[in-house]
């Protein structure tokens, strides 16, 4: 088995008969409208791609491991020539992706569900899906020729991989993100204090992710993968350069791991460059890149990234075209939309406060509670949340060129919450298109519904709790104990303060814990 990475989250993976292409992001304009882009550069791959995919002597596919841009890159699989491969993609409740590519004129589709097998001429792949609303991924598992390639990408099935691993025993190459990808601290109101705070507790609890991983899988070779991606419009540039923030480089999380597993596990690779090969069998790099991007030589290869792209912005945030009132009358009716499908809006304790980062004067209350959207001038409230974002990005979700999944991932917007508290009820609401919220309002209704409770020992006392975490259904048997007293959500490690009746440290949800008599 041989392995190249393509950039990002992406391989090709060659056995003596198969070829699967993972999740190929090649598009020069990047993704989220174009807020990220590929980090290095790895656009003069497509050419690669489209080479492989021509070869007579396999049978050829193509994974897709979810909707993500970043993953899911529909300007280059249009621009495919040969299309003798197959799909393999995950099926979600959510078609959306499958719906995107029901025309898409190639060999087949072979959509799995969690735990599917699909047969290759020279072995098998297996799909493992994370289907819990606010999440959308899926791992695949390769074996062929005696190798197993497990490729985690983006997702965080970390409580399965105890089962994965008993199941199929020997994994040479684990792939897994190590970077984040989310608008928290990104996108809010915070100190640069507060930030690096938040920043760093992330980024090492995302290592800690990586290393436990490893331990488990116990692989022979681990390939950082994911991310980051960088940023070349001027609004989001100063990321690339952010001393501490969740988008951390390679070479971070190799020194992190080479610290904490102290080289007991696996080989880690070098910091990957798109086009390097990895000879599955022996866990070496075949063939490495000569021209690399290292921390020697970054901020010029960067500075020179965002020249190449200068053109492209200076026309790309361009007014609403039909003005922020239109826009804003729009705004109201989506938000009427989503709210009359929120089934669990009297949930919500605070107002949301949606505005243009532009001068506008008005801006948007949606009062969950009373299930109403009103147009008002200020922030009347001291518990609230709030969300400002351009009105040409917001134009571009109400015209569907985005997803309001998204829009969140462009980071063009700014949030604050006061209290600074997570609300798993807002998340969804701001992420989900309305049609797709009443899902997410039964699968929170459903987590409740799960009673099977574990016991946990944690600073010399053993306690009752939820086995279920109630974020987004992670397995709390899976996870582990921190500062004596946190139990660790392997998944999306939120953590639960046993002292404290298994209240979390980051909301308001709880796993109920109840002491019991001491070890």
């Given amino acids: 088995m041989q392995i190249t990475f393509l950039g990002h ?17 090649l598009s020069p304009l990047g993704a989220f ?14 050419a690669l791609v489209q080479e492989k995919l021509q070869d007579p002597t396999r049978r050829k596919y193509i994974y897709i491991s979810h909707e993500h841009k970043d993953h899911f890159d529909p300007p280059f699989l249009n621009s495919l020539v040969s299309r003798d491969f197959t799909f393999i993609l995950p099926h979600f409740r959510r078609s959306a992706l499958r719906d995107l590519l029901a025309d898409y004129k190639c060999e087949g589709m072979i959509t799995c569900r969690d735990g599917q097998v ?24 390769v074996h062929a020729d005696g190798m197993t390639f497990l490729n985690m990408n983006d997702c965080k099935l970390h409580d399965q991989l105890p089962k994965i691993k008993s199941e199929h025993g020997k994994i040479d190459v684990l792939a897994a993100q190590f970077s984040g990808a989310t608008w928290h601290p990104t996108c809010y109101e915070y100190s640069p204090e507060v930030y690096q705070t938040i920043s760093k507790k992330k980024m090492i609890s995302k290592f800690e992710a990586t290393a436990k991983a490893i331990e488990v899988v116990k692989p022979k070779m681990y390939l950082p993968s994911a991310g980051p991606c960088c940023f070349l419009d001027p609004i989001l540039a100063h990321l690339n350069y952010e001393p501490i923030n969740i988008f951390p480089r390679t070479y971070k999380v190799l020194d992190y791991l080479e610290k904490r597993l102290k080289r007991s596990h696996p080989v880690y690779a070098p910091e990957l460059m798109p086009g390097d090969v990895i000879d599955v069998d022996c866990a070496e790099m075949a063939y490495t890149v000569p021209n690399r991007v290292t921390e020697a030589n970054v901020q010029q290869y960067l500075s020179a990234y965002r020249a190449r792209y200068e053109g492209l912005f200076n026309a790309h945030h361009n007014p609403a075209r039909n003005g922020h009132d239109g826009i804003f009358s729009r705004l109201k009716g989506e938000l009427e939309s989503k709210l009359s499908s929120f089934t669990l809006s009297e949930r919500v304790d605070r107002n949301l406060y949606f505005h243009f980062r532009e001068p506008y004067d008005t801006m948007l209350r949606v009062d969950f509670r009373r299930r109403q959207v009103d147009a008002v001038s200020e922030i009347s409230d001291s518990n609230y949340y709030s969300i400002a974002a351009p009105s040409w990005e917001i134009e571009r979700v109400l015209n569907r060129r985005l997803t309001w999944e998204d829009f969140s991932l462009t980071f063009r917007m700014r949030l604050s919450r006061a209290p600074d508290v997570y609300q798993t009820l807002i998340q969804g609401f701001l992420l989900m298109e309305p049609e797709d919220l009443n899902h997410f309002c039964a699968r929170l209704l459903s ?20 086995r279920i975490c109630p974020h987004q259904g992670g397995d709390l048997s899976e996870g582990w104990i921190e500062e004596d007293r946190y139990l660790v959500c392997a998944r999306h490690r939120w953590r639960y303060d046993l002292q404290s009746g298994g209240k979390s440290d980051a909301s308001e949800d709880s796993i109920d814990a109840v002491a019991l008599e001491p070890v």
């Avoid at 409208?33 to 497509?46: I, K, T, V």
């Avoid at 987590?447 to 939820?466: F, M, P, T, W």
Wanted: one cysteine or more; proline letters at 3%.
């Fill in 447 to 466: 987590l409740e519904s799960q009673k099977e409770r574990i016991i946990v020992e944690a600073g010399g006392s053993r306690y009752s709790c939820n």
């Fill in 118 to 141: 699909v047969d290759l001429e020279d072995g098998y792949a297996q799909l493992f899906l994370d289907d819990s609303e606010l999440d959308r991924d899926s791992t695949v598992l």
């Fill in 33 to 46: 409208d174009s807020a990220w882009f590929q980090f290095p550069s790895n656009h003069h791959l497509a």
């Fill in 9 to 25: 989250a992406g391989f090709c993976v060659e056995t003596s008969r198969s070829l699967i292409i993972m999740d190929p992001w």
